[in-house]
């Protein structure tokens, strides 16, 4: 596996930081996680931007470069073998000292992972899948909204309580905030429809807001569909005529089961013909390079 170290291409055992990086020492990077089609990123303005804001946030001096962005996940899909892949760029605030330090960080680490895709297919063969209320509540976010940081150990605990509880394989955990509101999964965002509305959890509550989550919002409201940003709980999806999740890899993910936690039903529906609708059209938009 070949990554890309500031830069250069270099061999997974030869890419190497250091261990005073504030990235590693006090958890200060950022990361962005897209897909290629057709070997072009998609929405890849929109990674860049959310990256930017949030080394803005922290004080890493680093500057979206898009056109440099694209020539570099070309030279790394070619190194991997790859036509297209999965895209992890992370940038993290670079060597310092050890102590917490107020000063900015002006020479960043920027690190570029590429590995094959998961098999998907076409999207409307694709099928449900099973959430899994969580007991572990959603963290509270880094700064006033939150930043898809290095930070994962919520995510990382949250995977651990549902293999402890049994879940089936490909389960989703689905996390609440510390009030018990509906927040987002394990890797997702949430999104159903009830009463021709779409609904989806504030970002108030602590949920990423998702570069897919933002595009399925515009998609939805293009096609005269309302949309709903706010505060729900649980009880809520038992209205639900169709849930679905999305993220940047896996699109838009039907949901055919939704359990409390301990595993017993809350909901169950199968994929419904405006979340069909919109996963075909997302995959058409994104083959075709269309953000409009």
Same mark, same amino acid.
């Given at each position: *596996? *070949?990554?890309?170290?500031d830069?250069q291409l270099?061999?997974?055992?030869?890419? %190497?930081?250091?261990?005073?990086?504030?990235?590693?020492?006090?958890?200060?990077?950022?990361?962005?996680?897209? /897909?290629?089609?057709?070997?072009? $990123?998609?929405?890849?303005?929109?990674h860049?931007a959310?990256?930017?804001?949030?080394c803005?946030?922290?004080?890493?001096?680093?500057?979206?470069? $898009?056109?440099?962005? /694209?020539?570099?996940? !070309? /030279?790394?899909?070619a190194?991997?073998?790859?036509?297209?892949?999965?895209?992890?760029?992370?940038? #993290?605030?670079?060597?310092g000292?050890?102590?917490?330090? &107020?000063?900015?960080?002006?020479?960043?680490t920027?690190?570029?992972?590429?590995?094959?895709l998961?098999?998907?297919?076409?999207?409307?063969s694709?099928?449900?899948?099973?959430?899994?209320?969580l007991?572990?509540?959603?963290?509270?976010?880094?700064?006033q909204?939150?930043?898809?940081s290095?930070?994962?150990?919520?995510?990382?605990?949250?995977?651990?309580?549902?293999? !402890?509880? @049994?879940?089936?394989?490909?389960?989703e955990?689905?996390?609440?905030?510390?009030?018990?509101?509906?927040?987002?999964?394990? %890797?997702?965002?949430?999104?159903?429809?009830?009463?021709g509305?779409?609904?989806? $959890?504030?970002?108030?509550?602590?949920?990423?807001?998702?570069?897919?989550?933002?595009?399925?919002?515009? *998609?939805?409201?293009?096609?005269?569909? &309302?949309?709903?940003? @706010?505060w729900?709980?649980?009880?809520?999806?038992?209205?639900a005529?169709?849930?679905?999740?999305?993220?940047?890899?896996?699109?838009?993910?039907?949901?055919?089961?939704?359990?409390?936690?301990?595993?017993?039903?809350?909901? #169950?529906?199968?994929?419904? $013909?405006?979340t069909?609708?919109? *996963?075909e059209?997302?995959?058409?938009? &994104?083959e075709?390079?269309?953000?409009?």
């Open positions: *596996m *070949m990554v890309l170290l830069g270099k061999k997974r055992e030869e890419a %190497v930081i250091s261990v005073f990086d504030h990235g590693f020492l006090y958890g200060m990077g950022l990361f962005e996680t897209f /897909r290629t089609y057709g070997g072009r $990123p998609w929405l890849l303005e929109r860049a959310r990256l930017a804001r949030g803005r946030t922290l004080g890493i001096a680093w500057e979206p470069d $898009p056109e440099r962005m /694209r020539a570099d996940i !070309a /030279r790394l899909l190194a991997n073998g790859l036509t297209d892949g999965y895209i992890r760029w992370s940038v #993290s605030a670079g060597e000292g050890i102590g917490l330090t &107020a000063n900015p960080y002006l020479r960043p920027e690190v570029v992972y590429a590995k094959a998961p098999s998907g297919g076409d999207p409307s694709r099928p449900g899948k099973t959430l899994r209320l007991r572990l509540p959603r963290s509270t976010p880094e700064s909204e939150r930043m898809k290095v930070q994962y150990i919520n995510n990382m605990l949250g995977k651990r309580e549902l293999a !402890a509880g @049994g879940a089936e394989p490909g389960t955990g689905l996390f609440l905030d510390p009030q018990g509101r509906l927040c987002e999964g394990l %890797v997702s965002n949430l999104f159903w429809l009830a009463g509305t779409l609904h989806t $959890p504030s970002t108030d509550t602590g949920a990423l807001p998702g570069v897919t989550r933002e595009f399925v919002m515009e *998609m939805a409201r293009k096609s005269g569909v &309302a949309v709903r940003e @706010g729900y709980v649980p009880d809520d999806l038992r209205r005529e169709e849930i679905f999740v999305t993220n940047s890899i896996q699109e838009i993910v039907p949901v055919t089961r939704v359990e409390d936690e301990e595993g017993k039903p809350l909901w #169950s529906g199968g994929t419904g $013909p405006a069909r609708r919109w *996963m059209e997302y995959r058409r938009m &994104a075709k390079g269309e953000t409009r």
